[in-house]
């Protein structure tokens, strides 16, 4: 088969690419292919698991490709890095999908590069596998994401707290360009080099900029655009990324990087998961202002773009910023008028609506993913499933009424809120068998949560949230 493999983003943006190879895999077995996705980017999927696992490896690229380790910098947990990189993963270059568009297809674990720092360079089944879970989890549920193409595991031990079994991920997304990719080419003060990624990032992402009266602020508004679309979309299905540091932060609008991320399960909005993250920079509830402040570190490196004067350059940029905020309430409106089943009534309604719903869902500590469904059987005639979850019954009462009387679609409501989400408790159980050399929770879990608002009485278990005990105590790690 042969692979038509693009190196657009290498020879548009040398500056930012280290040419490499990924490291050989001693003894490689495929885990996991995802054979709709492999369909779209017109790979065969049996020639994948034959001749081509190579490809997944990066141990065997097309002739004329150009593997490399792409250059970021980035703001972590607030302080800046003014070199991070692709420490242990590689653009293999850019391949054309079934519709036309252009999609990277992306290493994580294929060895240490010229930016490992001191890491090995190396990933193991674990958090490939929950990368790979999570994000099309995520895709299933609608959430703009980078998707993951296969799971092969190595055959070469990596060293954490324990000896674990190493694995690469292949990753397919609209691109890899991150804020922290613009903060890198602004710190070099090379200003053709910071034009020349923004006419790629126009190119690629927002064409439309190319035709505006100033196409670099164009960008910086249609970037604002997605991410706020994007970080509303997070907060309706409740998921939290866990580390949004500014390279961590796509240019397309994708979510990316799946390391310490986890869903919610008792709606609270201070939840915290990451074991880093001991300040709660960045919990559930301090997302949208976290993506704003990300958003002001991209405007940093882009106002040279916008204005020759500084004082204008800035003006400029903090008009666009303050777009941001509309952008989410919109989007985050229009998503609660379907999970609450009321597309038709107005804005503040169901703002104000869903603002006291969360509030009692907090004070009764229930499950936020849960809570909407049972809802839906609430819509169609049937309330006790969920007011048996009210601790507070008269107010739940007093606001079911008046929820009632706007006469919610039940059916919008099953589209809306799913079923199935990949619940800590479960993607725990499905990677400590995984690791252990047992697929089969893995396979049953994305089965679940690939289909997510089909109920299947089957499936019972995964609708379920975990115990108390577990959440509580459950931390998520990063870098792993
Ligand atoms: P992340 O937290 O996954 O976004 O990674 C932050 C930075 O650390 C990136 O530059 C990664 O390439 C790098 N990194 C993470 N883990 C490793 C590893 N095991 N070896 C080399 N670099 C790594
Ligand atoms: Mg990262």
Known sequence: MSIALQDRFVSDLPELAVRWQAESAPEPRLLVLNTVLAGELGLDPDWLRGPGLGLLLGSDVPEGAAPAAQAYAGHQFGGFVP???????????????AEGRMRDLHLKGSGRTPFARGGDGLAAVGPMLREYVISEAMHALGVPTTRALAVVATGRPVYRETQLPGAVLARVASSHLRV????????????????????HAIARHHPSAADAEHPYLALFDAVIAAQADLVARWMLVGFIHGVMNTDNMTISGETIDYGPCAFMEAYDPETVYSSIDSWGRYAYGNQPSVALWNLARFAEALLPLFDEDTERAIKLAETSLHAFQGHYDRRWTAGMADKLGLPHVPGDV????????????????LDYTSFFRRLAEAARGDAEPVRGEFIDLATFDDWLTRWRALQPDADLMDRANPVY?????????ALTAATAGDLAPFEALMAAVGSPFEERAELERYAEPGQKEFTASFRTFCGT
Do not use: M
Request: aromatic share 4%.
């Open 180 to 199: 922290g990719t613009f903060q890198y080419a602004a710190s070099t003060g090379d200003r053709p080099l910071l034009t020349r990624l923004a006419d």
């Open 421 to 429: 989400i990949p619940r800590n408790h479960l993607v725990e159980e």
């Open 83 to 97: 070199r991070l990189g692709d420490g242990r993963a590689l653009l293999l270059g850019e391949l054309t999908d």
């Open 350 to 365: 169901v703002g104000g609506l869903a603002g006291e719903v969360l509030t009692q869902l907090q004070q009764n500590g």
